[in-house]
């Protein structure tokens, strides 16, 4: 009983403050919204028993969203980020779009033949779900990480400008120059 | 193997903690500035200021990132088990310290932003750059103790150096983890983001209980890492002679006493230097000494 009031009391401030993200007048405000709702939504993993994923979900969404709001506020339509501005575009036309996909997901959520509870909750959810997730493509996905990773990685090195390789040449031997930010190791 | 606590240990915890940094920065102030009666004056004096304001403020992400750095560590610290004890010892605790001292981030960098002050803005942002540049080698290290005991929970680490400390067979991970325990603190050699070079970083504009709060909250940060280290990489409460609570005490202020010594000794390190360090030297021997303890695992 006290487990669904928490989990209900939960979700309404995950979507409250998702609500909020769009409502305050600061990109700082609005990325710190996104954490608070994104918290709630691993409180609510954390109360359904996946307690790992929970915690996982806190670690990584803490750690995206102070990034976030470096790129944010760096990048984003004022140039400088601090004052206050609108979180939104195109109102009326987004507004329109967000209520049919509303409408779309609740028509779902009523309408599926949900599967009845069978048997005792696992031992480790967590093991469960990733199983019944990937199953035998654990090693499959795992190597897609690994080659999404790798290609990142190479993405940036490719993109940047005036890094080791364009000042040091293929073979890092070419004659040391300074590079365009300070600490290179290695040059 | 740790054993479940009563509600007192929730209740008794905040004040320990807090009385165990308190100690720390006590011990740690300038000489010159009273040891601790002077720490104690300097608290009460902020405790009783009337708080400065600045212009446009964000007052609302100021209070709360002032809150959430000790709140952080407080959190963090329900996993440190006291001896062979701790608030709660979580089947993923490791992950959850993790998560708490990612929490760290968002504060400071809330509490840099708020005020709507350049340097304490910087200092917010030099915080972040710090975070990326120790967080992947401290995660490995972290990674690499859970698998040394194949267990995410800290009491089950605590069990697996019942014999050999994991200090002594996975010494990339344990210095790895004590560097990243002082850039999380931002203290010693990693203060810039409270650096006097920038008047105070993220914490110059902040007066009253919020300055206290937030110092204390490095402090009980510090503490907590220091800490956590015990369980994870010097066999926590094992130990001849004294009782588990007796060693964990000696072991975290051995610990303590270390990091206050390497600030002593270390100049500043800038976060752009020791994101190059970090991230091409310290990643790949934590990677090495994780394939080592791995393969250890495997072969038993």
Avoid at chain 1, 1 to 16: D, K, Q
Avoid at chain 1, 60 to 70: L, Q, R, S
Avoid at chain 2, 137 to 148: F, K, R
Wanted: charged share 10%.
């Amino acid at each position: 009983m006290l487990s669904a009031v928490v989990l209900h009391a939960l979700a309404a401030l995950a979507v409250a403050s998702g609500v909020l993200v769009f409502v305050v007048d600061s990109m700082a405000r609005a990325t710190f919204s996104l954490l608070t709702s994104l918290l709630c939504v691993a409180g609510v993993v954390i109360g359904l028993g996946l307690d790992y994923l929970g915690v996982v979900t806190v670690l990584m969404m803490t750690i995206e969203m102070a990034v976030m709001a470096v790129f944010m506020i760096m990048y984003m339509m004022n140039p400088a980020g601090l004052m206050p501005m609108t979180m939104v575009h195109n109102t009326r036309g987004s507004a329109v779009l967000c209520g049919l996909l509303f409408v779309l997901l609740v028509t779902g959520v009523l309408l599926i033949p949900w599967p009845e509870p069978r048997g005792r909750p696992p031992r480790d959810a967590t093991r469960e779900l990733g199983m019944s997730l990937m199953g035998p493509q654990m090693l499959t996905m795992m190597t897609l990480g690994m080659a999404l990773f790798a290609t990142i990685v190479s993405g940036v090195v490719l993109a940047v400008r005036g890094g080791r390789y364009d000042r040091r040449g293929d073979g890092l031997d070419a004659g040391r120059e300074p590079g365009p930010s300070r600490g290179d190791v290695g040059g | 193997m740790a054993e479940a606590t009563s509600l007192w240990a929730v209740v008794a915890l905040p004040p320990v903690l807090v009385v165990a940094a308190a100690t720390v920065a006590a011990v740690d102030a300038r000489p010159g500035t009273g040891g601790v009666a002077g720490t104690g004056r300097e608290v009460l004096r902020l405790l009783v200021q009337q708080r400065r304001s600045t212009n446009a403020s964000d007052r609302l992400l100021l209070r709360g990132g002032v809150i959430l750095l000790p709140m952080a560590a407080l959190l963090a610290a329900a996993v440190v088990p006291f001896g062979f004890t701790s608030v709660s010892d979580l089947p993923d605790g490791v992950v959850w310290f993790n998560a708490m001292e990612a929490l760290a981030w968002a504060a400071v960098w809330l509490t840099g932003w708020g005020p709507n002050s350049a340097l304490s803005m910087i200092g917010g942002y030099r915080f972040l750059a710090q975070g990326l540049a120790y967080e992947i080698p401290h995660m490995l290290a972290l990674t690499t103790a859970a698998l040394g005991a194949e267990s995410l929970r800290v009491g089950a680490i605590v069990d697996a150096q019942a014999g050999l400390w994991f200090a002594l067979w996975m010494p990339v991970s344990f210095v790895v983890y004590l560097a990243s325990a002082l850039a999380m603190a931002f203290w010693g050699p990693f203060d810039q983001p409270v650096g006097s070079d920038a008047a105070g970083g993220a914490g110059v504009e902040l007066s009253g209980v919020d300055r206290v709060l937030f110092l204390g909250g490095r402090r009980l940060l510090l503490t907590v890492a220091a800490a956590v280290s015990v369980p994870l990489f010097l066999g926590g409460g094992h130990g001849p002679l004294l009782p588990g609570w007796a060693w964990t005490l000696v072991k975290t202020a051995a610990v303590v006493a270390l990091l206050l010594w390497v600030r002593r000794r270390l100049p500043v390190l800038r976060m752009e230097r020791w994101t190059a360090v970090s991230w091409m030297v310290l990643t790949p021997l934590a990677i090495a000494q994780a394939l080592l303890v791995a393969l250890v695992v495997l072969g038993r």
